[in-house]
């Protein structure tokens, strides 16, 4: 049900008032979307910024934990190894063949010798693509970030250019 006092007034004045509230207030409204937009976009980088140094920590203490677990593996592999290599030479000895063996017993501990010696590089390199593949993930966490700069930074420019009225704007500039 309306208000009487609508009908008899309309709605006409109500609308005039807001629109001419509202063109009184559209460029304050619009200088301070402007600065919000600028403060939101200092606010993004520097959270992208910190976004990339919690990423690059983060980077930093799994390659120092996949140091610690290549440095156990080596050590298992060195232990496993050593003991290969003392029942190669108990066994050999305990045939009455001596300290020095037979020719399959030192070649045996050269075989052992040389699983020893690839299992510890196969470590190595098993660590160096762990740390290669952390610091990609870092990389692609700055570019990302760099990326949105640049974006919120067009939008910016976008939003100012309209603004300040756009190609119409510069079509008034040569006269």
Do not use: C
């Amino acid at each position: 049900m309306k208000h009487k006092n609508v009908r008899k007034i309309g709605y006409a004045p109500a609308i005039a008032a807001v629109t001419a509230a509202f063109t009184y207030a559209a460029p304050f409204i619009s200088a301070a979307s402007a600065v919000m937009q600028g403060v939101s976009f200092f606010q993004q980088k520097k959270a992208t910024s910190q976004a990339a140094e919690a990423s690059s920590r983060q980077a930093d203490l799994q390659n120092r934990l996949n140091d610690v677990n290549a440095q156990r593996q080596r050590v298992a592999q060195l232990r496993e190894g050593r003991i290969r290599r003392s029942q190669i030479i108990t066994d050999t000895a305990g045939a009455g063949l001596g300290p020095t063996g037979t020719s399959s017993s030192v070649g045996a501990i050269g075989a052992v010798t040389t699983q020893l010696a690839s299992n510890v590089n196969a470590i190595d390199t098993q660590a160096g693509y762990g740390r290669a593949i952390g610091n990609a993930g870092t990389d692609y966490y700055n570019a990302m970030g760099e990326a949105k700069g640049w974006s919120d930074i067009g939008k910016v420019s976008g939003s100012i250019f309209d603004m300040s009225g756009g190609f119409k704007a510069i079509k008034t500039l040569g006269t």
